[in-house]
């Protein structure tokens, strides 16, 4: 079945880097789009950042300028470039996607989640 994957979560210090990583695998006949959401304690679940088929992106405006998604189509993968991370970046990533399968299904589907933690 379509799965999806997330890796690159971990703990860092505040104002470092970390790139997350997300691969999309099964029976898949084309994404329409992919992105990443995350979730802190407590919290309900957020945009952080999403990419369309034609490459458009989308931001929340508390990663703009600081957080860039990106994919490889050919490895159905997209990544998440965090930059001058902050506490208030910790939650779990989530990835997502909007896809259609070989049986031309279309739905969402969500990966199981990485965490990261910023300390300061």
């Known amino acids: 079945q379509v799965q999806l994957v997330e890796s690159g979560g971990g703990l860092v210090q505040a104002g470092k880097s970390l790139r997350l990583s997300c691969v999309a695998s099964?029976?898949?006949?084309?994404?329409?789009?992919m992105g990443w959401y995350r979730q802190a304690p407590g919290k309900q679940r957020e945009l952080v950042a999403t990419?369309?088929?034609?490459?458009?992106?989308n931001y929340a405006d508390s990663v703009k300028g600081r957080f860039t998604i990106s994919r490889d189509s050919a490895k159905n993968t997209v990544y998440l470039q965090m930059s001058r991370l902050n506490p208030e970046d910790t939650a779990g990533y989530y990835c997502?996607?909007?896809?259609?399968?070989?049986?031309?299904?279309?739905?969402?589907?969500w990966g199981q989640g990485t965490q990261v933690t910023v300390s300061s």
């Open positions: 997502h996607a909007l896809l259609q399968t070989i049986t031309l299904f279309r739905g969402d589907f």
């Open positions: 099964g029976p898949i006949l084309r994404i329409d789009s």
């Open positions: 990419i369309d088929h034609d490459g458009t992106t």
